[in-house]
């Protein structure tokens, strides 16, 4: 029979044991890796010091991390004081402590498939002394780490085309380091490189068409076609398991826990608590109705449950269950960090990416260890992982930021030569201010949509701020193409070359609307996850310039009212505005605007008022 094995490790390195401790136990390998064996109702050190005691030999994973780590280096001391066996396997060549140099070893940094095989030969064989002492110095890696190393240097080259994008530079210059060390995000980078090709389509495009800048219309022509097929074999190399393994657990894809359907023998009622934060009222809604559904009872006020899940959001870390005397469940609902150390020696129940699992966690439920088993995951927080709907919408105004507002920054290097020659007539300048200012504020609205979807915090983490945010930028995105489409009125033709190139046929006219048709339907089927996502109740913590917009969630429903009057007011004021860059209409906007501006802020005062 095999022996049974302890593993030792960082948190830092989960994706590596994670697919180490699945070769072992396909191997036939009893492991007692903590997110696997935990169980609630118990002290957790107790457990683990009864891990290391049934165990036959200890895996320590060595790396930076875990020899530095308070919470490992007591699991292998307690393995030396048992007399236990310990192999170290190399992750990282690090300075050991002096009682680990005679210990044996197995280097992996190289050759994962050649470190396996012989660390299974150790494992079969008598305990032995090192025939040398462990690597403590050097870095070593294997090829496909240096082949995507060289490749992401050249796509930082290749995406020179689409720097105007903004988040293309953003997230690939420091792609070359960020590989080296292990800790790009993973999430972000592989969209990006997916889609890169087509934003260096779009600026070949431009300065084939544009007439400017066409001096280095040739170089970024020769850098067209090779982005295409780097950009996409970076993102293959990162999806392969020797690149999956080396990664921190934000550079590595999400391996979420199999939801098996074990049978349960027991049918019996469970009574439960919901440990939430306010703002998280929906998820504890949903999640009770579906353990109800299936017999399960909440328990009434000063009664003790025989499992309480806590949810984890940015609006909660900690529980006051105590989990060593208690069945306590953490449910981890969105990517957060500095949970307490309480709730991370217990098994995570993953439904960052929605609660499709409930109903299998009630089935569950009368059983933990096959519930841990089936729905447990390896506790890596850090990763970035958002439900579907909420995804789809974080593109979106990401594309429509990219689309619509990246691309005015190439305009402004382009009319510069024209500013030198003098070919800018005044009523121009009016369409060049007009667009950049329009940039600018749907740069603006981006970020506060996108942060407000990422972290559920802030003014506009909330329905309604988000559907104005959303008008806001569409109408911004069409405002752009009637201010610069006047310069047709002009006979400059270097403008209305810039002009047609930047958002006529290449780009504005059709970048939103198959933005929407792609989005769309998934927030129709999937709104129940954004209606979860979005907090219940607003964050007390609202910006200064959230607050002047009134880009928050008033709980007063007169507010609500006041909230949308004034914001219908600012579009009509926006429009109007716009309108300026006719030259036909001349002043006549803005005596219709000021009026109107006056009356905005005073309904904006009432507002006020009444939310505070």
Not at 476 to 482: C, E, G, L, P, R
Not at 569 to 591: A, E, H, T
Request: glycine fraction near 6%; charge should be positive.
């Amino acid at each position: 029979m095999k022996q049974k094995l302890f593993i030792s490790y960082s948190r830092r390195q989960t994706p590596f044991v994670d697919r180490l401790a699945e070769e072992l136990e396909n191997s036939g390998y009893t492991l007692w890796l903590d997110y696997h064996n935990l169980v609630p109702a118990e002290p957790w050190l107790q457990q683990i010091e009864s891990g290391i005691a049934e165990s036959e030999s200890v895996i320590l994973i060595v790396s930076k991390e875990s020899i530095e780590s308070k919470n490992v280096e007591p699991e292998w001391r307690h393995a030396l004081g048992q007399g236990k066996r310990i192999i170290l396997v190399i992750f990282e060549a690090v300075r050991l402590p002096s009682e680990l140099q005679a210990c044996e070893w197995v280097d992996f940094r190289t050759d994962y498939k050649q470190g396996l095989r012989e660390l299974k030969a150790i494992l079969e064989n008598p305990i032995g002394e090192a025939a040398s002492t462990p690597p403590q110095s050097g870095f070593r890696a294997p090829m496909t780490f240096w082949l995507t190393l060289c490749l992401s240097m050249l796509v930082v080259i290749g995406s020179m085309p689409a720097w105007w994008t903004m988040i293309v530079p953003y997230l690939l210059i420091p792609l070359p380091w960020q590989i080296y060390k292990r800790n790009y995000i993973f999430s972000r980078l592989v969209p990006v490189l997916l889609i890169l090709p087509l934003f260096t389509t779009f600026s070949a495009i431009f300065f084939a068409e544009g007439g400017v800048l066409n001096g280095l219309a040739v170089f970024y022509n020769a850098l067209l076609y090779p982005t295409f097929y780097i950009s996409w074999c970076l993102a293959g190399l990162l999806f392969t398991p020797v690149m999956q393994r080396r990664a921190l657990p934000q550079a590595a894809p999400v391996r979420f826990a199999n939801p098996l359907m074990m049978h349960v023998q027991t049918s019996r009622s469970v009574t439960f608590a919901i440990d939430h934060a306010l703002e998280d009222g929906r998820y504890a809604e949903d999640l009770r109705r579906g353990l109800e559904s299936h017999g399960h009872r909440q328990v009434t006020k000063g009664e003790k449950p025989e499992a309480a899940f806590v949810l984890l959001t940015t609006y909660k870390t900690k529980t006051e269950y105590d989990a060593d005397h208690q069945a306590v469940y953490p449910i981890l609902l969105q990517p957060v960090d500095h949970i307490d150390l309480t709730l991370q020696h217990i098994q995570w129940i993953d439904f960052r990416n929605g609660i499709h699992n409930v109903h299998k966690l009630a089935k569950l439920l009368p059983e933990p260890k096959q519930l841990l088993k089936a729905l447990a995951v390896a506790p890596t927080a850090s990763q970035e992982v958002y439900p579907l709907a909420v995804s789809t919408l974080q593109y979106f105004y990401l594309f429509t930021g990219i689309m619509g507002g990246g691309g005015l920054f190439i305009s402004m290097f382009s009319v510069g030569s024209l500013i030198r020659k003098g070919l800018i007539a005044q009523d121009q300048w009016i369409n060049f201010f007009l667009a950049v200012l329009n940039g600018l504020l749907l740069f603006a609205a981006i970020f506060y949509s996108v942060r407000g979807l990422r972290s559920r915090r802030g003014g506009t983490a909330a329905i309604y701020p988000l559907l104005v945010l959303t008008f806001f930028q569409v109408l911004i995105y069409f405002s752009n193409i009637a201010v610069l489409a006047t310069s047709a009125l002009t006979n400059n033709t270097l403008f209305d070359l810039m002009s047609r190139a930047l958002v006529g046929e290449t780009l504005t006219l059709w970048a939103l609307p198959l933005a929407l048709l792609i989005t769309l339907p998934i927030l129709l089927f999937r709104w129940k996850e954004l209606y979860r996502w979005l907090p219940r109740r607003q964050n007390a913590a609202v910006g200064r310039l959230e607050s002047l917009l009134l880009l928050y969630n008033p709980l007063d429903r007169r507010a609500l009212i006041f909230h949308i009057i004034f914001h219908v007011l600012l579009f009509i004021i926006y429009g109007l505005l716009i309108l300026l860059s006719v030259p036909l209409l001349g002043w006549l906007p803005l005596k219709y605007a000021l009026p109107l501006l006056v009356l905005a802020f005073g309904i904006r005062w009432q507002a006020r008022r009444m939310s505070t």
